[in-house]
């Protein structure tokens, strides 16, 4: 893993970067608050988790306010050789062995997490659009 490399990579990648879609956009705002311990992890390995690569959606919202992301994607760079698996509370963080095609040229791969329970922000997104 090559961690300086990555938070460039992270550093560049802005907000309206991200899939504009009321699912993604509900999950930026809520993940770091919701899930510390595990921003802190990724963001040891050069990650910011307010900035996925890949967002496996809901499959329905929950009736307590809450929906599940089954998998949210990161891209690392570097070789994963020196990478190694974890659970951090309820979340699994592992390589992905099935993500798209990453634009990022240069030695990287991806790492899958989850699952988040995220709370809905219905105050400023349709979840049903």
Do not use: W
Not at 23 to 48: F, R
């Amino acid at each position: 893993m090559d961690i300086e490399r990555t938070k460039v990579y992270y550093s560049e990648i802005k907000r309206e970067d991200i899939c504009g879609c009321n699912y993604c956009q509900n999950l930026i705002d809520e993940i770091k608050q919701a899930y510390p311990e595990v921003a802190a992890y990724l963001l040891s390995l050069g990650v910011n988790i307010e900035r996925p690569f890949e967002v496996f959606f809901p499959i329905e919202d929950h009736d307590n306010g809450y929906m599940d992301y089954p998998i949210v994607q990161y891209l690392i760079v570097g070789n994963s050789s020196d990478f190694t698996e974890t659970k951090i509370g309820d979340i699994e963080i592992g390589i992905s062995d099935c993500h798209p095609t990453a634009t990022y040229e240069g030695e990287h791969f991806i790492i899958d997490a989850g699952v988040f329970h995220i709370k809905c922000r219905y105050d400023k997104y349709d979840f049903n659009e």
